[in-house]
């Protein structure tokens, strides 16, 4: 595999081309805009997906997965992601679920580690339980694609 060097002005590490397109975002988004102020709009959803990514890098039941991936860019797709379904004005530019977790060995208990740290961020940015789990119930069906064994 050859090293590749970080863009110098987004310190993100460029990924292959593929066609970027909203349909890899894994789920149509919500049809209202008002679900997106319970996360504070998209600086706050941005937020919530950096912690996520933070609180997953430090967490011993996951780390190693993290380890050798680009949290710089994960951190903008994953908010990306979020805030496209949240219907908070962005587009998805990552890659489809399946081609974004290749031979991961992604586990069931890996992903329920994954979802209490994205509670967690929620928590700690005070959203109500209820849109928590509206967002939740978006990513839920698309673990088909990521859980291994
Ligand atoms: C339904 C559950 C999940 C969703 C919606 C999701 C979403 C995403 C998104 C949007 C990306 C970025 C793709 C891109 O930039 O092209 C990504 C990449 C990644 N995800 Fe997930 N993910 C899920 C589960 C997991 C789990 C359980 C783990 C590990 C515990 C994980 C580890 C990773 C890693 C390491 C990357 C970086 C891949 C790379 O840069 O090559 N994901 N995920």
Not at 7 to 12: K, L, N, W, Y
Not at 65 to 79: C, Q
Not at 127 to 139: H, W
Request: charged fraction near 25%; include cysteine.
């Amino acid at each position: 595999m050859t090293v590749k060097e970080r863009d110098p002005v987004t310190g993100e590490i460029p990924a292959e081309p593929y066609a970027q397109s909203n349909a890899n975002a894994g789920a149509n988004p919500y049809e209202s805009a008002r679900l997106a102020a319970s996360f504070g709009g998209r600086e706050g959803i941005a937020r919530i997906a950096a912690r996520t990514v933070d609180l997953s890098q430090a967490d011993p039941r996951i780390a190693a997965i993290f380890a050798a991936h680009d949290m710089v860019r994960l951190k903008r797709t994953l908010s990306e992601q979020f805030c496209y379904l949240l219907n908070a004005g962005c587009d998805y530019t990552g890659r489809d679920m399946k081609t974004a977790h290749p031979d991961m060995g992604v586990t069931r208990g890996d992903m329920n580690a994954l979802v209490e740290n994205l509670q967690a961020a929620m928590r700690e940015a005070n959203v109500p339980f209820a849109a928590q789990n509206r967002l939740l119930a978006k990513l839920a069906p698309m673990s088909r694609d990521v859980i291994e064994r």
